[in-house]
C-alpha cells in the first residue's frame, strides 16, 4: 500500500517529469508551424497534414503503449522501463526536427516532418504516458491527485515557457549578426540543439527522481500480454465508461482550442496585433506567472467546489476573455496598435486566462485519475497506463488537430507564405481574426458541455475506495 500523503520531494520528483514534455509541447505549439510555413516556405496546409496524419498514429500507439506499462512486472516497476528507454530516442528526433537538410525542397520538406513527427510522437508516448500514470499508483487521495497534476503542469508550463521565452529574446533576437530575428532558420537549429539537451536531462533526473516511489510495485505481476487484437480488446473494455467518455470528449474540444489558439498564438501577437518580439516575450513570459498562479488555484478550487464544477466555472469565463478582446478590436473600440495603453489590456486578460486554462488542464488530469478505481471496482483491473494514455493522446492532439485548426484559419484567411511584418495585407489580418474567433468559442462551449456529462464527485470516489478496501478484506 502507497502512503496516504506524499512528502514534498516526492511530489516534486514527480511533478519534474513533466519538464520533457513541457519543453517539446511549447516547441510545437510557438514555434512549429511558423518555422516549416514561413520560414521553410512549406504550405501551412501541409504543416497542418503532417501533424494530423502522426496524430492518427498516436489513436493506435497511445493506448499499446498504455496497456504494456500497465502489464510490465520487474525489479523497476511497472512504468521505469519504459521511461529510461526513452530518453536518448526522442532527444536525437527532437533535435532533428529542427535541423533539416538544407538540400531538401519544400515538397520534400513535407515527407520529412510527417516522418520525424510520427517518430517524435511515438517516442514521447514511451515516456509520458508511464510517467504521468504514476499519479494514480502513488496516491488515492481525491486532493492530493490535484496536488501532484498541479506540480507537474507547473513544471511543465515553467520549462516550457522559459525555453520559449530564451528563444525568442535571446537566440532569435535581432541583432547585426541575426538581423532576421524570429526567420532566422539556424537559430531554430540552436534552439533544437538546447532543448533536446534540457529533454534528455528532464527525463533521466525525474526518472531516477521518481524509481523509489515505484519499487513497492515492482514485484505487481503483470496480465498475460495477448496479441495486438487481444490488447485493443481489453483497452476497449475498459474504456466503455460513460464518465470516461464525458473527460475524453472534453479534453480533446480543449486541447483542440488551446492548440488553435498557441498556434496561431505568434502570428496573432505579430499581424493582429503589432506587437514588437520583446512584447510578445513578456507575454510568453506571463505563462510564468500563470503557472504559479494555477499551483495554488487548482487544488484549493478541487477541495472547495470539487473537480468537475471548478472546471467549468473556469471554462466560462476563458470563453469571454481573449475572444472579447478580439471582438472589440475589430468593432474598432480597443486602442490603436502602437498605443501604450494596448499592451497592458493584452498581458492582464493573457494572465488572468492562461491560469484558469492551466487550471482546468489540471483538473482534467485529476479527473481521470479518479476513474481508475471506478474501472478497478467493475473490472477488477487497475489500468493507469490506459486511462492516462488519453492525457498524452489529447495533449499531443493540442499540435495534431489544433496546428490542423490553425492551418485552416490560415487557408480561408488567404494569409501568404514567407510573409514579414509589413508585407501581409489589412484585408488577410482582419480575415484571421474574423475566422479564429467563432471556432475558438465554438469549442470552448462545446468542451463545457462535453465536461457536464462527467460524474465522479468526491462521495463517489470515496464510495469507490471503500469498495476496493472492502473487497480485499
Known amino acids: 500500500m502507497m502512503p496516504k500523503k506524499l512528502t514534498l520531494p516526492s511530489k516534486l520528483a514527480y511533478g519534474f517529469g513533466a519538464v520533457a514534455y513541457g519543453v517539446k509541447n511549447n516547441g510545437f505549439d510557438y514555434f512549429l508551424l511558423i518555422f516549416y510555413s514561413q520560414i521553410l516556405g512549406v504550405e501551412a496546409g501541409l504543416v497542418g497534414l503532417a501533424l494530423l496524419l502522426a496524430l492518427l498514429c498516436d489513436a493506435f500507439t497511445d493506448p499499446v503503449v498504455g496497456y504494456l506499462s500497465d502489464n510490465t512486472a520487474g525489479r523497476f516497476g511497472r512504468r521505469h522501463p519504459w521511461m529510461y528507454a526513452a530518453a536518448i530516442p526522442v532527444t536525437c528526433c527532437y533535435y532533428f526536427l529542427w535541423a533539416p537538410p538544407e538540400s531538401l525542397s519544400p515538397d520534400h520538406l513535407f515527407f520529412y516532418l510527417v516522418g520525424l513527427s510520427i517518430l517524435v510522437r511515438a517516442l514521447v508516448t514511451f515516456y509520458e504516458v508511464p510517467s ?9 487521495d481525491y486532493d492530493e491527485r490535484t496536488t501532484l497534476m498541479a506540480w507537474r503542469n507547473f513544471f511543465g508550463w515553467v520549462a516550457g515557457t522559459l525555453m520559449a521565452v530564451f528563444t525568442l529574446m535571446v537566440i532569435l533576437a535581432p541583432s547585426e549578426t541575426n538581423p532576421q530575428g524570429l526567420f532566422n532558420r539556424d537559430g531554430f537549429a540552436t534552439y533544437g540543439f538546447l532543448a533536446s539537451a534540457l529533454i534528455f536531462i528532464s527525463i533521466v533526473i525525474a526518472s531516477l527522481g521518481t524509481q523509489p516511489l515505484a519499487v513497492p510495485l515492482a514485484k505487481t505481476e503483470g496480465r498475460q500480454n495477448g496479441n495486438l487484437g487481444s490488447v485493443f480488446s481489453e483497452v476497449i473494455e475498459t474504456l466503455k465508461v460513460p464518465s470516461f467518455l464525458a473527460i475524453f470528449l472534453a479534453t480533446v474540444l480543449a486541447a483542440v482550442a488551446t492548440g488553435l489558439t498557441m498556434s496561431l498564438n505568434l502570428y496573432l501577437n505579430t499581424f493582429f496585433w503589432g506587437l514588437a518580439p520583446d512584447q510578445i516575450s513578456v507575454l510568453v513570459l506571463a505563462v510564468f506567472v500563470a503557472s504559479l498562479l494555477a499551483l495554488n488555484l487548482a487544488p ?9 464544477k471548478s472546471a467549468i466555472i473556469c471554462g466560462v469565463v476563458i470563453v469571454f476573455m481573449s475572444p472579447t478582446l478580439i471582438g472589440l478590436r475589430l ?26 486554462a492551466i487550471t482546468i488542464q489540471t483538473l482534467m488530469m485529476s479527473m481521470i485519475a479518479d476513474l481508475v478505481e471506478q474501472n478497478e471496482v467493475r473490472t477488477g483491473r487497475r489500468s493507469e497506463g490506459v486511462f492516462f494514455a488519453t492525457i498524452t493522446f489529447t495533449r499531443k492532439a493540442t499540435q495534431g488537430l489544433g ?20 508585407e501581409v495585407s489589412e484585408g488577410s489580418i482582419a480575415a484571421l481574426a474574423q475566422i479564429y474567433l467563432p471556432a475558438v468559442v465554438v469549442l470552448w462551449l462545446l468542451k463545457l458541455v462535453a465536461t457536464n456529462l462527467y460524474r465522479i464527485s468526491r462521495e463517489e470516489h470515496e464510495d469507490n475506495l471503500a469498495k476496493l478496501k472492502a473487497s480485499a478484506e
Open 331 to 356: 468593432l474598432g473600440l480597443l486602442p490603436e496598435n502602437g498605443d501604450p495603453s494596448l499592451f497592458p489590456i493584452l498581458l492582464t486578460v493573457t494572465v488572468l486566462e492562461m491560469t484558469l
Open 300 to 308: 484549493a478550487l478541487s477541495r472547495t467546489w470539487g473537480k468537475k
Open 403 to 422: 496546428v490542423w485548426a490553425a492551418s485552416l484559419v490560415l487557408v480561408f484567411a488567404n494569409f501568404p507564405e514567407g510573409a514579414s511584418p509589413g
Open 132 to 140: 504521468s500514470a504514476l499519479a494514480a499508483e502513488i496516491s488515492r
